[in-house]
């Protein structure tokens, strides 16, 4: 079946600007997490839902972040007033259900901040 | 202390040997555990999983945890130059957690 969606693939924005990214987790699943990843680093957590209640917003840097899921499916991650350190690639992850279980990847958006 | 330390590398290996890659970890309440692969400009993929204490084998790869000495390991027998990668731990934080947390990654170069 299909995978973790995660569009745009690329997005070049001037600084200032506010940007929305989408993920589409797989089907049936619950759980939706939110990670930043630098170049040579592994993904860090940002924000966690189950179903649509957010969890855990632990990761988020500051409140330029915000992210939703009102449906229970799809979710966006906004970073209002974008500022340069923002530019990084964001991924998202889906999990079956509310435990300690595999979180499997999107192919994530390049984000770059001019 | 980091979170979780994993050795930058890279790691280089000939082709069918036995490459062995190590991570620790701080939380003593953690009780899931991942080896992901994220080649370069992809996504992380996963690899193994492993929740007990002792070796878990799947296939080539085999993933060993010591939660009294807060060590996950992965060795990969006859290493291919496909396995060329960057290999990430990843922690589930804390006994009732949900966040990844994951090491820097180790760099592995298998040269044919």
């Known amino acids: 079946g299909a995978g973790v969606s995660q569009s745009p693939r690329y997005k070049v924005t001037k600084r200032g600007q506010d940007v929305a990214l989408r993920c589409d987790p797989i089907s049936g699943h619950v759980s939706l997490y939110w990670y930043r990843q630098a170049l040579g680093q592994g993904p860090e957590f940002l924000t966690y839902?189950?179903?649509?209640?957010?969890?855990?917003k632990s990761g988020l840097p500051n409140d330029r972040f915000s992210a939703e899921r009102p449906e229970g499916s799809i979710s966006t991650l906004t970073i209002q007033r974008t500022e340069q350190r923002d530019s990084a690639m964001y991924r998202c992850a889906s999990s079956l259900g509310d435990g300690q279980e595999t979180q499997y990847f999107g192919p994530g958006t390049r984000l770059l901040v001019l | 202390q980091k979170e979780v330390e994993q050795n930058s590398g890279p790691l280089s290996v000939p082709e069918g040997a036995i490459a062995s890659l190590n991570c620790t970890y701080s939380d003593r309440g953690s009780q899931s555990f991942f080896w992901y692969r994220q080649y370069s400009g992809k996504s992380p993929e996963l690899i193994m999983s492993i929740y007990s204490n002792g070796d878990k084998e799947d296939g080539r790869f085999t993933a060993q945890l010591n939660k009294a000495s807060q060590y996950v390991s992965l060795l990969i027998r006859d290493s291919q130059p496909s396995d060329s990668a960057t290999y990430l731990c990843?922690?589930?934080?804390?006994?009732?957690?949900?966040?990844?947390?994951f090491g820097a990654g180790t760099i592995l170069r298998v040269k044919s």
């Open positions: 839902f189950n179903y649509e209640a957010q969890q855990d």
């Open positions: 990843a922690v589930i934080w804390g006994e009732y957690g949900n966040k990844l947390v």
